[in-house]
């Protein structure tokens, strides 16, 4: 389980839980979210010459009626946030993940 707070480009941060549901070293791992955003979530990693390539699936949207409604509203920025915060997410897991031994 990971505990998350994310202060993307909006007026207030997220939180969110995303709980781990498969984890197969080192080729990917599977989780589903709960919180101010829900969903499931998928991380593949393939060797590729000296490094390796990642893939981030998703199926996530805001839990909350108020996410809800500002997306509604506010579509572009909402969505630049979001791949903003999945970016960010991927590249942070990641400097997590090399980190361990």
């Given amino acids: 389980v990971w505990l998350c707070t994310i202060r993307p480009p909006l007026p207030f941060p997220l939180q969110f839980v995303i709980h781990l549901d498969d984890v197969v070293r080192p080729a990917l791992v599977s989780a589903h979210i709960t919180g101010d955003i829900a969903g499931t979530a998928r991380l593949d990693v393939a060797p590729h010459g000296t490094?390796?390539?990642?893939?981030?699936?998703?199926?996530l949207a805001p839990s909350n009626r108020t996410l809800g409604m500002i997306e509604t509203l506010a579509r572009p920025i909402i969505r630049r946030a979001y791949n903003w915060m999945l970016d960010t997410g991927a590249r942070q897991f990641l400097s997590s993940a090399i980190a361990q031994p």
């Fill in 51 to 59: 490094g390796s390539d990642v893939q981030l699936t998703s199926t």
